[in-house]
């Protein structure tokens, strides 16, 4: 039963990577442009206090298509489930520091995970066709759920974090979860959003 449990969520991340690889950019160069970039939170320090380099690369690769013109607006979507937590707000304060000018970011405070995120993209802010800026290893699950809403979306990939074991081992095991969204559990949702 195990085995056939590995073989499965082998299949799904096999099935997310290459389903997507096509529109998961990793040269600027060659990304389309997008009036519109969606920046996946992710928490700005790690335990211990040390500055989460996943969040870092995050901020440089978001600010860096706004300076060279690949988006004009950028919407900040993370968890705020506390007064002592705010992605969003964190994300802004780096990206002004950064000199992405604040009038260009828009908060999103509801994107719990990557799926709220990518649907609030759609249904609350009203965007079809949008570039998702996170690690590449995210952006093929963000691209997947975006794909399956029949959104136009790409991704740009910010620099990977040699040492980020742990949350690779994680993203590994919600691609299936991303597909158990798409095909099981908010396939209403998926169904009423394509018939909009």
Not at 106 to 134: H, M, P, W
Request: hydrophobic share 40%; aromatic share 14%; net charge positive.
């Amino acid at each position: 039963m195990i085995f056939f449990a590995l073989i499965g969520i082998l299949m799904c991340n096999i099935w997310i990577v290459y389903s997507t690889d096509d529109r998961n950019y990793y040269r600027l160069d060659k990304l389309p442009s997008n009036d519109v970039g969606l920046v996946l939170g992710t928490s700005k320090a790690v335990q211990g206090g040390k500055t989460n380099l996943f969040y870092k690369y995050r901020m440089e690769a978001a600010a860096r298509l706004y300076k060279e013109g690949k988006v004009k607006f950028l919407i900040l979507s993370g968890n705020h489930d506390s007064v002592f937590y705010n992605e969003p707000n964190d994300m802004k304060k780096s990206l002004m520091r950064l000199g992405v000018p604040e009038n260009v970011l828009i908060l999103d405070y509801a994107g719990y995970r990557t799926y709220d995120s990518i649907i609030r993209c759609k249904e609350v802010f009203n965007q079809r066709k949008f570039t998702i800026i996170s690690q590449p290893t995210h952006n093929a699950r963000a691209l997947f759920l975006a794909n399956n809403l029949g959104l136009d979306a790409v991704a740009f990939a910010a620099q990977d974090v040699q040492s980020g074991y742990k949350t690779y081992f994680r993203e590994y095991l919600a691609r299936p979860k991303a597909i158990l969204d798409v095909y099981v559990f908010d396939r209403a949702k998926y169904q009423e959003a394509e018939e909009e």
